[in-house]
DNA sequence: ATTATATACAACCAAATGGTTTCATGTCAA
DNA sequence: TTGACATGAAACCATTTGGTTGTATATAAT
């Protein structure tokens, strides 16, 4: 009844940078898994799996329309990561260290 | 010169749960490995492999004293995880939807 | 000097991960 | 209805992961 039997949580599924990746290329736009796998090196099959693993941690969302399945982001359950983090908030005792952390990625 | 050869990131090394219960624990105060493992049911080399892989993540600090060798957080690359986790915050249109996520888990 | 403690390092192992290719099936278009 | 397209599913593979045990070495404590 519940969604998917989630063997994977938000953590795992954040571990991967191509699941990082086709999660912001869902962000906003309903992609098919082929559209998604068309942004990448790697075959249709493996980025299926990737969708897979991020459905089981609910991160995404998929609706079948015809023959291609179409799927979306749904970040909800990126608040169980946002809480976690919280906790860590109060060790950050200056916020400087953090601010200067930041300054030093330029990359994105 | 760097730290360490940076093999694992920040959202590799968080992945793990025996992982993010150590960075709990070396909030705050720094404890040895075997301080560190006894909360644990598995080995002290196991919990040894962690702290190093959480150490390639720029997460924890050690300093050697005498025989033991004490590990404390290091907090400051976590920010690269609130920066990623901003990204996705426009698409949380209606926080309601997070609370209400968050309000779910009765879970720490 | 001897023993106990704290850690490091190496070898090994099973399971999970991230990928591939091949084949089957359902759906749309000519 | 025949062919093209989108996906699913299975089998397979190499590497990584999370763990183990055993051995070595440095530091304390007796």
């Given at each position: 009844m519940s969604t998917s039997p989630k063997r994977h949580d938000?953590?795992?599924?954040?571990?991967?940078?191509?699941?990082r990746e086709i999660l912001k290329l869902l962000a906003g736009r309903?992609?098919?898994v082929t559209e998604v796998a068309?942004?990448?090196?790697?075959?249709?099959t493996a980025v299926s799996k990737h969708l897979l693993i991020l459905d089981e941690a609910g991160l995404v969302e998929?609706?079948?329309?015809?023959?291609?399945k179409r799927f979306t982001l749904k970040p909800e359950p990126l608040s169980e990561l946002e809480q976690w983090l919280s906790y860590f908030e109060q060790f950050w005792q200056n916020k400087m260290s953090?601010?200067?952390h930041l300054?030093?990625?330029?990359?994105n």
């Open positions: 938000v953590f795992q599924a954040i571990a991967d940078p191509t699941r309903e992609l098919a068309e942004k990448f090196p790697i075959s249709r998929s609706r079948k329309t015809g023959r291609e953090m601010l200067k300054a030093e990625k330029k990359e």
